[in-house]
């Protein structure tokens, strides 16, 4: 049985998240973001559905920087409600984003590496160790982005696409997905950053579960705590 787990407080906007704060509900348009119309239109039906949080992905840098005009749209209409970027490979389209909406999504699976071969690769502690550092020279510019913009990053861990470093060593599996956060979240730590919102995702409900409990479990023996996003 887990303790109960009350994350640290952190502010996306001016919304308070984790702690004794309410649950916060979020969606996510399915229009075109390079579509300012549709996306803003779509937004604004959320909004009024009753979402604390609007996600938009922004699969390219074009996209990220539409998220502006999307943006200022908005603001203009009358809703201040904080706005999430999902990113999909593409660390330049992040750096973009998070200029610019209060929180950006990324997937360690493909932040740093290469779309999954599934491959077995065969790593050496120090060629592991020297992956670990790359990964840390690859987030280092939105981590300064971020602490300049006082942007939120959500560390989406998604179980269909674990890097083949992480699957050589734990396998496609709840354990890997944790592991999978740690590695990142070592990184976010050295450099003194903390606005992070964690989540385990799966088709498969019961790997979802298992994973964000094991994740709980982690940060229970290594004092650490963030919020918790579910989906």
Known sequence: KLKKYTSSVIYIGSVPLGGDNPIRLQSMTNTDTLDTKSSVTQCIKIIEAGADFVRLTAQGTREAENLANIKKELR?????TPLIADIHFNPSAA??????VEKVRINPGNYADK??????????DRE????????HSKLLPLINICKEHKTVIR??????????????????????MVFSALEFIRVFRSENFADLVLSMKSS???????ATRMLVKMMQDESLSYPIHLG
């Not at 750096?95 to 610019?100: D, F, G, L, P, S």
């Open 76 to 80: 203009r209409s009358g809703f201040n």
């Open 95 to 100: 750096e973009i984003a998070a200029r610019i």
């Open 115 to 124: 779309r999954a071969s599934f491959g077995r690769l065969e790593f050496t």
């Open 128 to 135: 592991y160790d020297e992956e670990l550092e790359r990964i």
């Open 155 to 176: 560390l989406g861990i998604n179980h269909g696409s674990l890097s083949d470093r992480i699957m050589t060593r734990f396998g496609n599996t709840p354990q890997g």
């Open 204 to 210: 498969d409900t019961a790997v979802m579960i298992e």
